[in-house]
């Protein structure tokens, strides 16, 4: 029992406020996802070197603050959402910035070229998937919001709105991720076969940012459920 | 009777000195818990807190006070048993005050929550079952108050729920909430005034002689409140919205409405504080009084002397100047998590339930009201994250103080005994 009144130490930090700010470090490391492939494509190594490097210092950083966050979740708190529905959310948003990772350590160490007629379609599903994680943390930048309103009412209803634009948008890049998929296997006989798998896993990455996303989206359904 | 002769002016002294330490214990310890959700979501500095606590304790203490000290004065113990023995009451009521001051002093120095009316309803069944007899508690009334220790959190809680439930229909969950804050904003001040002051001047004021009818009672709560309403309307409206921080959190302008009316809730809470926990001081003091001035009579019909009230409202104020800033300085002005919207709900809700103990005679612990508040607007899905270990410890301190309270108290008894007689 700390010295400070006994009342005020019923108050902890607010799960919430650590989803928001782990999801603005989540972020920061995938907005660094088109330039770094913008860089693969101009084919110039050091500005790829040093956006790998800021996509692994955000991905990091965001593990220091899942941590934290984790640390802080005793099961003693009375919380206005399900404490392993915030855990869901937060592992979620950290799957995000780890393919970020995944994506930009594979490229490192097996640089790549990419292929002449996949360029344009590849920096199209990229730049769109990105997209989609800028959806859903707009979504979870409402939570501050969602818990003035108790989770109903109005506010409620507008996140689950912005939820269905989430949902849009990530089938949109499940057709441009199917499409860019189908270029690749038109050309696999003048590739490399080890590349062509390796550009598969790729493709399939950057499709699971956009699904890492909406599913954190609909989680939120769960929450604002009525 | 020859003892209350001989040494009537010495327990006298002793009375005072005992209940003042007690009263300046309360208000160096037990107000920051009052004033806690009023400083913590921001809408008052510590040294504001400290001047409305100075005020409206002193006021609650005063105006509303009366009841419960004639509970712990003379509702606990039966004075049949001691008719002839007038001194065994006034060495409990000593024991009891010295009992109760200084656990309090050792958990205080120690961080450990404690109630000061657990310690001094404790400390008085604890004497009385010691050194007169089992019997001579009324154990009815210690059932009534047990059962208010445990429906009075429950009842906060059910307020504030409440409360927050009005609140997010007609502001909140609105088109336009910070007009709709603003509209109805005067009407929930009204509701600060209009409670407080129905719950304190139903049926008059007894020891200022204030007689008034029901119907009277209620004109009179009407009128104070539309008086302090009237000023709430005037601070809302100058309330501004704040384009900046309304695009960081939509709420923020909304919020902003409410700082104001928190001064009011700031109010009653200290009101209401001072109304309940000023008869743990003096209760035993008047006790001690009654029996010296009237030369051994146990009953204690007469009237509660005001100088004992104002004695008491004194000694709260001067612990809260003296120490309470200290505490209240730990409690931190930016308890995020406690928005204004909040911290008003779970303030009235806890005033209310302690004035209306108050009214009933009933001595209750503010801060576990206060903990039930909270939680219920936690219920209602307003808060963030809430520690419920401190229940836990709410009962631990339950389980300890009411023995040592006891225990301590019927040492002291019988220490009194030995050197008196």
């Known amino acids: 029992m700390s010295k400070s009144s006994t009342l005020m130490s019923m108050f902890r930090r607010s799960p919430l406020k650590s989803l928001q700010e782990h999801m603005r470090v989540v972020m920061e490391c ?19 070197a040093s956006i790998k490097d800021k996509i692994f210092q955000h991905e990091a950083a965001a593990d220091k603050i899942k941590n934290e966050m984790r640390a802080g979740l005793p099961k003693s708190l009375f919380m206005p959402v399900d404490r392993r529905d915030l855990l869901e959310i937060l592992q979620l948003q950290d799957s995000i910035a780890d ?27 990229v730049r769109r998937c990105v997209d989609v994680c800028d959806q859903s943390s707009k979504i979870i930048e409402e939570l501050d919001e969602l818990l003035e309103m108790g989770f109903r009412g109005r506010e409620a209803s507008q996140v689950e709105e912005m939820v269905d634009v989430l949902n849009r948008i990530e089938d949109e890049t499940d057709e441009l991720g199917i499409d860019l998929t189908r270029r690749l296997f038109a050309q696999e006989e003048d590739m490399n076969p080890v590349s062509v798998i390796m550009w598969y896993r790729l493709i399939q990455w950057i499709g699971d940012l956009a699904d890492y996303a909406e599913k954190v989206g609909d989680r939120l359904r769960l929450l604002t459920a009525q | 009777m020859d003892i209350i002769t001989v040494y009537g002016t010495a327990f006298l002294v002793m009375a005072i000195i005992f209940g003042t330490y007690m009263c300046w214990g309360i208000g160096a310890n037990d107000v920051a818990n009052a004033m806690g959700t009023s400083v913590g979501s921001g809408a008052i500095t510590v040294m504001q807190a400290i001047i409305i606590a100075a005020i409206f304790e002193f006021a609650g203490a005063f105006l509303a006070g009366g009841h419960v000290t004639a509970t712990i004065r003379k509702g606990i113990i039966d004075p049949t048993p001691i008719m002839n023995n007038p001194e065994l009451l006034v060495y409990g009521m000593l024991a009891a005050l010295l009992a109760a001051g200084i656990w309090l002093m050792i958990a205080s120095s120690r961080g450990w929550p404690v109630s000061t009316t657990h310690s001094i309803v404790g400390a008085i069944v604890g004497f009385t079952m010691a050194g007169i007899g089992v019997d001579a508690v009324q154990w009815g009334k210690i059932t009534q108050i047990v059962a208010s220790w445990v429906v009075s959190p429950v009842l906060g809680g059910t307020i504030a729920f409440l409360l927050m439930i009005s609140i997010r229909k007609l502001i909140l ?103 309940n926990d000023v008869a743990n001081g003096i209760g035993p003091l008047a006790a001690v009084v009654s029996i010296v001035q009237t030369g051994g009579e146990v009953a204690q019909k007469a009237a509660l002397p005001i100088w004992v009230l104002l004695l008491g409202g004194a000694g709260i104020v001067v612990g809260l100047a003296t120490m309470g800033y200290r505490v209240m300085k730990t409690i931190g002005t930016k308890i995020t998590e406690l928005t204004p919207s909040r911290g008003y709900c779970a303030t009235l809700a806890a005033a209310t339930t302690v004035v209306l103990a108050s009214r009933t005679g009933l001595p209750v612990s503010t801060t576990h009201i206060a903990v039930g508040a909270v939680i219920g607007v936690g219920l209602a899905r307003g808060v963030g994250a809430i520690d419920l270990r401190v229940i836990g410890s709410i009962v631990l301190s339950w389980i300890v103080t009411l023995p040592i309270g006891g225990v301590l108290a019927a040492l002291f008894f019988f220490t009194f005994k030995g050197i008196f007689g």
């Open chain 1, 30 to 48: 995938v907005r660094e996802v088109p330039p770094l492939f913008d860089a693969l494509i101009d084919g110039d190594k050091e500005k790829f």
């Open chain 2, 173 to 275: 969950n609105t088109d336009k909430p910070f007009l709709n804050a603003k509209k109805w904003g005067p009407a929930y001040v009204f509701l600060v005034g209009f409670i407080i002051s129905l719950v304190t001047m139903f049926k008059g004021l007894k020891h200022l002689k204030l007689e008034l009818s029901v119907g009277m009672s209620f004109v009179l709560a009407v009128v104070v409140g539309l008086i302090i309403a009237a000023i709430g309307w005037a601070l809302i409206n100058k309330v501004k919205v704040d384009e900046t921080a309304d695009r960081d959190f939509h709420f923020a302008s909304v919020e902003k409405v409410f700082t104001p009316m928190m001064l009011f809730t700031a109010c009653a809470m200290a009101f209401a504080h001072g109304s």
């Open chain 1, 99 to 125: 393919t970020a990772q995944d994506i930009a350590g594979l490229l490192m160490e097996r640089p790549m070229e990419v292929p002449e007629t996949l360029k344009e379609p590849m920096v199209k599903l």
